[in-house]
């Protein structure tokens, strides 16, 4: 079974604050994904990575940077927190499509607030 | 552009009651992938079943079913005979064979099974 494991289920900051939230998978996933969820907006995508170094901006970028250093971790960097990005956030992988069109496998999910 | 809509935002039924949540999807690719995916109140989505474009064959596993036509771009998930433990928010989302990894995703139907 694949799991993606974020660092934690929920967080609480600070307006201005560096926020770091980290995810690991442990199946060799080319692909990982940070997503926010919203009532009412479903899940939208923040960044993806498709290999280590590199990454691609979602349709919500604004406000947030992601490192990926090595291939089972992906992290997602809130560089001065705001009182707006007080959401849910879930981390995915899933392989590169030549190993199977594999759905996205996700983590639990951190339930940021910021004050 | 993508765009997934599920009108649906809170549905409540008592149990052994069927339901369907609908799902309509936007795209200008011609193939695609739809899926559903649930969340519990634990948070992690589980993913429920990927659909290609191609296959316009409806699906059942046990008490669920899902009815993919494309003439009028839907992808209705039904659930037959609900239980409680079928609460959760229900995801659909569409993945074009073109976008890369990108889902797009509805906004959720919440849904309610009461004892």
């Known amino acids: 079974d694949v799991k993606v494991t974020q660092s934690s289920r929920y967080l609480v900051k600070r307006t201005g604050e560096k926020v770091f939230l980290e995810c690991v998978q442990d199946m060799d996933h080319e692909n990982m994904f940070w997503y926010r969820q919203d009532p009412g907006l479903g899940l939208r995508l923040i960044y993806f990575s498709y290999d280590v170094k590199m990454k691609e901006k979602g349709d919500i970028p604004e406000g947030y940077s992601v490192s990926r250093e090595k291939k089972e971790r992906f992290s997602l960097i809130l560089e001065s927190a705001s009182t707006n990005q007080t959401s849910m956030y879930l981390c995915a992988s899933r392989p590169t499509r030549d190993r199977g069109n594999q759905p996205q496998h996700f983590g639990d999910g951190t339930r940021l607030s910021i004050l | 552009a993508q765009k997934v809509t599920q009108a649906q935002t809170e549905i409540s039924v008592v149990e052994k009651e069927d339901v369907t949540l609908d799902c309509v999807y936007e795209t200008r690719d011609t193939t695609y992938y739809l899926f559903w995916y649930k969340q519990p109140p634990s948070g992690e989505l589980v993913f429920l079943i990927r659909?290609?474009?191609?296959?316009?064959q409806n699906e059942i596993s046990g008490r669920y079913s899902w009815n993919f036509q494309k003439s009028t771009s839907s992808f209705n998930f039904t659930i037959t005979a609900s239980q409680v433990v079928d609460s959760a928010v229900y995801f659909c989302a569409l993945e074009p064979n073109n976008a890369g990894n990108m889902l797009t995703f509805g906004g959720g139907t919440r849904l309610m099974v009461k004892p």
């Open positions: 659909r290609n474009s191609f296959d316009e």
